[in-house]
């Protein structure tokens, strides 16, 4: 029986109810598994792969019927740890900082298998050592997430610290409105995000990746560690299906595009920009062997650990062990 | 019953019911922690120093922005109420500012405004600015029509009239715009926050929230600023019974 929510609670409480709330479990006539997918962010193309599976059978050729919610990405885990959605979108580091503090997430299979934060400036300013980033002024959402984790990765990696840079916060995500009205020198960003907005603005850009700096894994699906437990087969289903869709998108973008469009009505009033975000995602969804249907690279994880170890924001004491599960989708 | 022994059986009562709450609901800390784990959770924040330091950028803006939005609120009811010309055209830009949510306005305003302490400041008092100027317009209308031309009879200017009968009479509601306003500030003050700062507990609500999955700690934030508003609402209290009601 599903745990009753806060407002059960309250109301029980109010009524004096003897009983807990009734129940209500799954539907007994439903061809399909019904799961909800969380995703972070908002509606976007970068999703595409979700939007596929949606519309062209993918995953109801897996028996599954996915309803797809988009929620703060903290909340993401809380919600899939609490069981309250079957599927989430997270990232790696954010996974490992989350089992560590006690949320059961695990993660399941990789989304993108390049990391996709990157610094970003005008073109020629950026440094293409890390050590070249002493003194620099860098806009971040904060310190907290995916960026401020590349970002002090790439500071250790060239033998700095935060007090070798000014940080900029920008808790909104605008850290490229920050750019480009001159208030940093750099900024941290999603290649397939951020350095096409600038372009757009008519800001040349470069880049200074992580990929070959300090290896960090990308989003990936993550489960509760009680539907892992119980349900393996369910979670390799979603998991497969997913890579299938994943796959058709990186050979047909437009088939993407499409969906993306179907979800997302928005998409058309500037379906270049869609259409370039998706290319640019698909680069990152594949590593330098080809896209891998979603396996973990279990080595990249360990190194990663390690690193998260180092930079003091997990503290050793849940093994990555226990918050990957490579066996899912399959890795090495 | 005094006031401290009713506000502390509420408060038992409040803490009561959060606990039974977690315990029928039987939620992981990291979706509803146990008021003892907060109480917990707290200490340690204090006792690192981490809770002070952001406790201490908060109070700031608070303070500030509910100054400057305050004082700003009441010359600009002061003038919506006296001239019925300035209220056409300043109120459709006033109400309208109002009708626009800050939280999307506030990241340009950071960029606006560099970004630092002045910026927060701005946003703060913008959102305490409308409440107390409405407050102040109607309080300034409320005054006796027929004391006021009694004061003109007797030769007093319209400074005369403004400062010793409309601005008088009008004090309890400036006042309640006042209590308004204050709790507002520091909504205010964490929504600056979010547009852009390193320290404040809009700040170490993110950090926790987001960056640590550090639910206790998220409580401990929202728990403190609970009492920064419940204490400036009380300071407000206390100087409108020695101003108004001497």
Same mark, same amino acid.
């Given at each position: 029986m599903p745990r009753p929510r806060l407002a059960i609670s309250l109301l029980a409480l109010l009524l004096a109810a003897c009983s807990p709330a009734a129940s209500s479990g799954p539907s007994a006539s439903a061809a399909l598994?019904?799961?909800?997918?969380?995703?972070?962010?908002?509606?976007?193309?970068?999703?595409?792969?979700?939007?596929?599976?949606?519309?062209?059978?993918?995953?109801?050729? /897996? $028996?599954?019927?996915?309803? %797809?919610?988009?929620?703060?990405?903290?909340?993401?885990? #809380? =919600?899939? *740890?609490? &069981?309250? +959605?079957?599927?989430?979108?997270?990232?790696?580091?954010?996974?490992?900082?989350?089992?560590?503090?006690?949320?059961?997430?695990?993660?399941?299979?990789?989304?993108?298998?390049?990391?996709?934060?990157?610094?970003?400036?005008?073109?020629?300013?950026?440094?293409?050592?890390?050590?070249?980033?002493?003194?620099?002024?860098?806009?971040?959402?904060?310190?907290?997430?995916?960026?401020?984790?590349?970002?002090?990765?790439?500071?250790?990696?060239?033998?700095?610290?935060?007090?070798?840079?000014?940080?900029?916060?920008?808790?909104?995500?605008?850290?490229?409105?920050?750019?480009? /009205? $001159?208030?940093?020198?750099? %900024?941290?960003?999603?290649?397939?995000?951020?350095?096409? #907005? =600038?372009? *757009?603005? &008519?800001? +040349?850009?470069?880049?200074?990746?992580?990929?070959?700096?300090?290896?960090?894994?990308?989003?990936?699906?993550?489960?509760?560690?009680?539907?892992?437990?119980?349900?393996?087969?369910?979670?390799?289903?979603?998991?497969?299906?997913?890579?299938?869709?994943?796959?058709?998108?990186?050979?047909?973008?437009?088939?993407?595009?499409?969906?993306?469009?179907?979800?997302?009505?928005?998409?058309?009033?500037?379906?270049?920009?869609?259409?370039?975000?998706?290319?640019?995602?698909?680069?990152?969804?594949?590593?330098?062997?080809?896209?891998?249907?979603?396996?973990?690279?279990?080595?990249?994880?360990?190194?990663?650990?390690?690193?998260?170890?180092?930079?003091?924001?997990?503290?050793?004491?849940?093994?990555?062990?226990?918050?990957?599960?490579?066996s899912i989708v399959g890795g090495g | 019953m005094t006031r401290v022994a009713a506000a502390l059986l509420s408060l038992a009562a409040f803490l009561a019911l959060w606990k039974v709450v977690t315990l029928i609901g039987g939620y992981p800390d990291y979706i509803l922690p146990a008021p003892e784990l907060v109480a917990s959770r707290g200490a340690r924040a204090i006792a690192s120093g981490v809770l002070w330091q952001h406790t201490g950028a908060t109070l700031l803006e608070v303070v500030l922005g509910f100054g400057l939005g305050a004082v700003a609120a009441i010359a600009a009811g002061i003038a919506l109420g006296k001239s019925v010309l300035i209220e056409r055209v300043l109120s459709p830009y006033i109400v309208a500012a109002q009708a626009v949510p800050i939280l999307a306005l506030a990241p340009l305003l950071d960029i606006w405004f560099g970004g630092g302490l002045l910026a927060r400041v701005i946003i703060c008092a913008l959102i305490v600015f409308f409440p107390i100027a409405i407050a102040t317009m109607v309080g300034i209308r409320s005054a006796d029509p027929l004391l006021a031309e009694m004061l003109r009879s007797l030769g007093a200017g319209p400074s005369q009239v403004t400062t010793r009968l409309e601005i008088p009479s009008a004090l309890p509601v400036i006042f309640g715009g006042l209590r308004v306003g204050v709790t507002l500030a520091v909504i205010g003050a964490v929504v600056a926050e979010w547009a852009g700062a390193s320290i404040g507990l809009g700040v170490l609500i993110n950090i926790a929230n987001q960056g640590l999955f550090d639910t206790p700690l998220m409580f401990v934030a929202l728990v403190t600023l609970a009492v920064i508003g419940l204490t400036f609402y009380g300071l407000v209290l206390a100087v409108e019974r020695r101003v108004v009601h001497p």
């Open positions: 598994r019904h799961v909800t997918l969380l995703l972070g962010f908002r509606p976007d193309v970068q999703f595409a792969p979700y939007y596929v599976g949606q519309q062209d059978g993918y995953y109801a050729d /897996a $028996g599954l019927e996915v309803t %797809i919610e988009h929620k703060q990405a903290p909340d993401v885990q #809380r =919600l899939v *740890a609490d &069981g309250q +959605a079957e599927f989430g979108v997270a990232d790696a580091t954010d996974v490992m900082i989350a089992r560590t503090s006690g949320v059961p997430v695990v993660y399941v299979s990789t989304l993108y298998e390049r990391f996709p934060v990157a610094i970003i400036g005008r073109k020629g300013t950026v440094p293409s050592d890390p050590a070249g980033l002493a003194g620099k002024k860098i806009g971040t959402p904060g310190k907290f997430g995916s960026s401020w984790h590349a970002l002090l990765a790439l500071l250790a990696a060239g033998g700095l610290g935060e007090k070798d840079v000014t940080i900029r916060e920008y808790p909104q995500f605008n850290q490229a409105d920050g750019l480009a /009205a $001159g208030d940093v020198d750099l %900024i941290t960003g999603f290649r397939n995000n951020e350095p096409l #907005r =600038l372009e *757009a603005q &008519g800001i +040349a850009v470069d880049l200074l990746t992580i990929d070959q700096i300090a290896p960090l894994p990308g989003p990936g699906t993550i489960v509760g560690q009680a539907l892992l437990d119980s349900d393996p087969d369910l979670v390799r289903r979603f998991a497969q299906a997913t890579a299938r869709a994943q796959r058709a998108v990186i050979d047909d973008p437009d088939l993407g595009l499409q969906a993306a469009k179907v979800s997302v009505p928005a998409i058309a009033e500037d379906l270049d920009t869609a259409r370039a975000v998706l290319e640019a995602t698909t680069v990152l969804w594949a590593g330098e062997s080809g896209f891998g249907d979603g396996a973990i690279d279990v080595s990249r994880w360990r190194k990663a650990y390690d690193i998260m170890r180092s930079l003091g924001f997990i503290d050793g004491s849940v093994p990555v062990e226990q918050m990957i599960a490579p | -």
